[in-house]
């Protein structure tokens, strides 16, 4: 019997705690998505660690010797000039908080495969929740994903022996980080339900995920600067939100002046979160179907 | 005759790269009537349903649910219908009880209303004592049963069964079939489902409409369908000749045609078990006795013959069993 009016929003809820209950029911999945980003922050970060090319006692040019202090002179400026910062790993650490989010909320889109699949969407579809719902509970789901597991990458690395260098207060510094990272995940799902809409078949998602994932990551500043980048590279880079959620957040933790307004980067990722979302609505509207 | 609380008119469908799958169909449904709807496999049934429960848009054509347009008012229509999809459709990774009441969320229930017609409907279908297991650790007919109660939470006006029984075992048909009517009592629901073994829709079905190729090629009573295309069929022996008790056989008024081969005889008559008496007595009237008698009547198998050329059994049987079959194995896999 049909029970008055329904709000525009009814069911989103429960369909989010669907999404989280499957979630955090298989605590084993959730370990084995870190195991990626732990890799790179414990194998690369540390491996790859800039500072030690300049660790040489001392350097021993025929007719010259360079004492070390020059050399570790020399090397603090380079990586200070370079990375803004001499700690390298601090930096990368940094880095990956906005790998996992971009990792996490790419995997939304598999949701929505799964659930037509398995027959779950044919059945939501003939209930009268609004097909909006259904995209947003999935976004929600991949936005608390993203955060509960960027924080748990962030206490890896401050175990690793990432070192904060706060530019503000310590508690507003991690609300800044937050809210970027938020506003990253937001906008990745969205855009990734997007692709899924009409996708019958889980492989075509997992090969769209392949295609970009590196791009987006190699394109950003997540490893080295913008300013190491050839001249070609860096418009894609400031296209990229991974750049501004890592400008932002590097801000704020490590103290590293971003190459763009920390203000000015907010408000890109807000756009970028408004824009795909807006768009994963209407289309949910227009092509959700079976 | 009740109101028809389903009228259709016109619907047609036309998939993406041409395929008319239903083409130009209107009929009724009356309210508080079982609607089976009997095709092979791809004579738009499935279609057909979707596009009655709002997840397929039509290409062209109307159809009403009690009132509410599936094309203006898809929204009004799903919020008075329950629908068991022909896949099963429950998250295998929650518990039973979490995917009824998930589904009472969706249609906007409060809570304690979900809570209360949640516990009512495991019971009624017997899984109550198995509601806080896991989907994936349920049987097939459990999972039938489960989307049956996820179907009824909204108390439905219509619920649409697509193959509600398909790929289940004789005595697990018998079963679901069992809580169906009981439901169908408790609620006073109509129900439109749409099937491919005969027997059912002979057996349960109020009227039934058989389609193929998308057009549905005829509408009525089960009854009344077997006796529109053949007639029932007494085959006699008798203690004396055959001569003697053909003529008085052939005057009597429900009897069509009078055979008489390998030492039997055959007769078709309109309604065999109001016949029997009548030719009985009409052996007996000219000094002969009846030794044996069977009755013999026409299934819908025989309709299904007569108006599209081919029977269903042989078809279907075994290509969406071969079908259901294989989307188990992948969810087994999965």
Redesign the interface.
């Known amino acids: 019997m049909s029970e008055g009016r329904l709000s525009p929003l009814h069911g989103l809820w429960a369909l989010t705690n669907r999404e989280l209950k499957k979630w955090y029911k298989e605590p084993v999945i959730l370990l084995l998505s870190l195991v990626q980003p732990i890799l790179w922050i414990g194998i690369f970060g540390k491996a790859m660690n800039f500072a030690n090319m300049f660790n040489s006692a001392s350097l021993e040019i025929p007719g010259l010797t360079i004492p070390k202090q020059v050399i570790d002179e020399i090397g603090s400026l380079v990586l200070k000039q370079t990375f803004g910062t001499t700690d390298y790993f601090s930096f990368l650490a940094v880095g990956m908080l906005s790998f996992i989010v971009l990792f996490t909320s790419m995997s939304s889109g598999m949701t929505i495969v799964w659930d037509r699949r398995l027959g779950f969407l044919g059945k939501l579809l003939t209930t009268p929740v609004p097909r909006g719902s259904i995209i947003v509970s999935k976004v929600i789901a991949s936005i608390v994903k993203s955060l509960v597991q960027a924080t748990i990458i962030l206490l890896i690395g401050i175990l690793l022996g990432l070192r904060f260098s706060f530019s503000i207060m310590a508690p507003v510094a991690f609300l800044i980080t937050y809210l970027s990272l938020f506003l990253l995940s937001f906008g990745f799902s969205s855009l990734f339900l997007m692709l899924a809409l009409r996708s019958t078949r889980w492989e075509t998602q997992m090969a769209i995920m392949n295609l970009l994932n590196m791009p987006l990551l190699f394109s950003s500043n997540s490893f080295y600067p913008i300013s190491s980048m050839p001249w070609w590279l860096k418009p894609v880079a400031l296209a990229n939100p991974l750049t501004y959620a890592n400008a932002i957040s590097r801000w704020a933790l490590l103290g590293i002046t971003p190459s763009v307004n920390v203000l000015l980067s907010l408000v890109y990722l807000v756009g970028f979160a408004v824009i795909f979302t807006v768009l994963g609505i209407y289309l949910s509207w227009r092509y959700l179907s079976l | 005759m009740n109101e028809a609380i389903i009228k259709v008119n016109n619907l047609t469908k036309i998939y993406s790269g041409g395929v008319l799958a239903v083409d130009h169909i209107s009929f009724e449904v009356y309210e508080g009537e079982i609607f089976a709807l009997l095709g092979p496999n791809g004579a738009g049934k499935s279609t057909t349903i ?1 596009m009655l ?5 039509p290409t062209q054509g109307e159809a009403e649910i009690a009132g509410y347009s599936v094309n203006r008012e898809p ?2 229509v ?4 329950g ?1 068991v ?1 022909q ?8 518990t039973g009880w ?1 995917n009824i009441t ?2 009472g ?5 409060p809570k304690e209303v979900i809570k209360q017609r949640a516990t009512e409907l495991l019971q009624t279908v017997g899984l109550y004592s198995v509601k806080d297991k896991k989907v994936e650790t349920y049987s097939g007919g459990m999972r039938r049963r489960l989307e049956i109660s ?1 179907g009824l939470i ?4 219509v619920l ?1 069964l697509d193959e509600p029984t398909l790929g289940l075992d004789v005595q697990t048909r018998a079963a679901i079939w069992g809580y169906i009517l009981k439901l169908k009592k408790d609620y006073n629901m109509t129900i439109f489902l749409t099937t491919h073994y005969l027997e059912e829709a002979d057996a349960y079905g109020d009227r039934v409409a058989i389609i193929d190729h998308g057009k549905i090629l005829v509408i009525g009573k089960p009854d009344e369908l077997k006796r529109s295309v053949t007639w029932d069929t007494l085959f006699i022996e008798v203690s004396g000749s055959y001569d003697s008790v053909r003529q008085v056989l052939s005057t009597l008024p429900p009897v069509k045609e009078v055979n008489f081969t390998d030492g039997q005889i055959t007769i078709k008559v309109i309604d065999g078990p109001t016949a029997i008496p009548l030719v009985v007595s009409a052996i007996n009237s000219v000094g002969q006795e009846v030794r044996r008698l069977s009755l013999s009547r026409p299934s819908l198998d025989e309709v299904y013959m007569y108006y599209t050329g081919k029977s269903l059994r042989e078809e279907s049987a075994s290509k969406e069993e071969a079908f259901a079959l294989r989307r188990t194995l992948r ?1 087994a896999r ?1």
């Open positions: 979707g429960n709002t997840s397929l848009k929204s009004k799903r919020s008075i219908i629908v999809p896949e099963f459709s429950a998250d295998e990774d929650l979490e998930l589904i969320y969706l249609y906007g229930l996820m909204n108390r439905p006006k649409f969810r999965s």
